[in-house]
């Protein structure tokens, strides 16, 4: 009889077991977006940020390269114009998203329109760096996601990572001391999207909170 169950109980384990790993890999931020969304790598970072945008009253929202692709890919691309456009909804704040590629920006902007969040989040057409260099708003929260980065070609390892050195200079004068800076795609081969940009925030006194996948930055 002892040995029944614990046949049985092998079996049943044998095909728990895949069940329950795919929940504990299920990174969802619910209850703020609905638990079947996964945010997987970036889930940490979203959590965090969304607790200091609460914490910090955040009224203008920025984002460089926009989610061409809503929350249809949110483990892979992560969602964040949805998410934050979202959030922007909840708390009588903005969201200002752009991008260079009008594909992306359609995308997005078909997102917006699905979520109902027109309101609260306005897709631009444009280079994020005429974007910012005449952005007349004092800024809350900057992510910084444009340029697509390469995990094998060195060149453009280069040109993204300096995109994001002057996307964050440009908006540097428009920053506070409660300001929020978020740079996705950084745990990657060369050091990802935030290299340079975060070598040259650490001289500018901000600090690292969260140093993962993305890399999340505040004022010290």
């Known amino acids: ?17 895949p069940k329950i790993l795919k929940l504990i890999k299920h990174k969802s931020l619910y209850p703020f977006m609905p ?9 940490i970072t979203f959590s965090k940020t969304l607790q200091l945008l609460n914490e910090r009253n955040a009224k203008i929202l920025v984002e460089t390269g926009t ?21 922007a909804k909840e708390n009588s704040a903005k969201l ?12 997005a902007q078909e ?47 280069k040109k993204s990572q300096e995109h994001h050195l002057q996307e ?14 978020l740079i996705d795609d950084c745990r990657l081969p060369g050091g990802g999207k935030g290299k340079t940009v975060v070598e040259y925030m650490l001289k500018k006194d901000w600090e690292i909170l969260i140093n993962a996948y993305q890399i999340l930055l505040v004022k010290k």
Not at 35 to 43: A, G, I, P
Not at 69 to 87: Q, Y
Not at 96 to 107: A, C
């Open 111 to 157: 997102a917006v329109q699905e979520e109902s969040l027109q309101d609260s989040t306005t897709v631009y057409l444009g280079d994020s760096l005429d974007f910012l260099k005449n952005f007349n708003e004092s800024i809350d929260f900057l992510y910084l996601d444009s340029y697509d980065y390469s995990k094998t070609d060195i060149e453009i390892q």
């Open 168 to 181: 964050f200079i440009l908006a540097e004068d428009k920053l506070h001391d409660k300001s929020i800076v």
């Open 1 to 17: 009889m002892n040995y029944l169950f614990i046949i049985l109980l092998l079996v049943l384990l044998g095909i728990a077991f």
């Open 96 to 107: 200002h998203s752009v991008d260079i590629s009008k594909d992306s920006v359609q995308g």
């Open 67 to 87: 989610s061409r692709n809503g929350l249809k890919a949110t483990k892979t691309d992560g969602g964040a114009t949805i998410v934050f456009g979202k959030w």
């Open 35 to 43: 638990y079947k969304y996964n945010f997987r790598r970036r889930r």
